[in-house]
């Protein structure tokens, strides 16, 4: 299993809507994984999983929701061939890193972010999922349309396998670029990758799309999440 942690330096709506303050990603290839906390997790901080999976030779898996977070999506299916998660909660005073697990066992990969800035109480504003199902390189995630205004907007981008290629966030309508994590690292065979990204919004409305460039033809799957500012 691997952990590591970061903290955002892109440029963000620092005035108005909410703010990843840091994140930490873990990754596993056996059936549990436990997602590292990122860094300053206060009492009222919203914490926000997203997880990523991929297997070698299965075409549907099961996952636990973490103790204490609500599932916002498990989205995959065969004609993807890997698959995205979301989870969330209000972190209380005396946090524990979430423990996921799958069945069967496989490559997985999971952020947990800490977000400040948010509606208290009902912090999600909508979330949408998106099948890849062309096999080639340029995938383009559709993204979100918010509710409210001064969302910040999460999506999570999952890429069938890695075969020693990665992945290139190309972006666009200012989406901006958080991570990038692979397991087992470039690997030559299999296993899970995939990218996390955000955009801060003004007003209500569509956030636009961003592109992936795969070094490799496949197909892939994606979700986005917006969250309400407070």
């Not at 409210?148 to 907007?153: G, I, K, V, Y």
């Amino acid at each position: 299993m691997l952990a590591t942690a970061g903290v955002l330096t892109q440029l963000q709506n620092l005035s108005s809507g909410p703010i990843v303050e840091s994140w930490a990603v873990s990754a596993s290839n056996t059936n549990d994984l436990t997602c590292t906390l990122p860094s300053g997790v206060a009492a009222g901080n919203l914490l926000i999983v997203l997880g990523l999976n991929d297997y070698t030779s299965f075409n549907a898996s099961s996952i636990n929701t973490p103790a204490g977070y609500t599932q916002l999506f498990d989205y995959g299916n065969v004609n993807t061939d890997c698959w995205v998660q979301a989870w969330w909660k209000i972190a209380s005073g005396s946090e524990v890193a979430p423990h996921i697990t799958t069945s069967p066992s496989g490559y997985k990969v999971g952020w947990c972010l800490r977000i400040t800035g948010h509606d208290a109480s009902t912090p999600i504003d909508g979330y949408v999922n998106q099948q890849h199902t062309a096999i080639q390189a340029l995938h383009t995630v559709s993204g979100i349309t918010t509710l409210t205004a001064n969302c910040l907007c999460l999506s999570v981008f999952a890429f069938d396998g890695i075969f020693s290629q990665s992945l290139s966030f190309t972006g666009g309508n200012d989406w901006a670029f958080i991570d990038y994590h692979d397991w087992p690292t470039l690997s030559a065979t299999t296993g899970a990758q995939g990218i996390i990204c955000q955009k801060a919004m003004g007003a209500a409305g569509a956030t636009g799309s961003y592109q992936i460039t795969a070094g490799r033809t496949d197909t892939a799957a994606s979700g986005c999440i917006a969250i309400k500012a407070a």
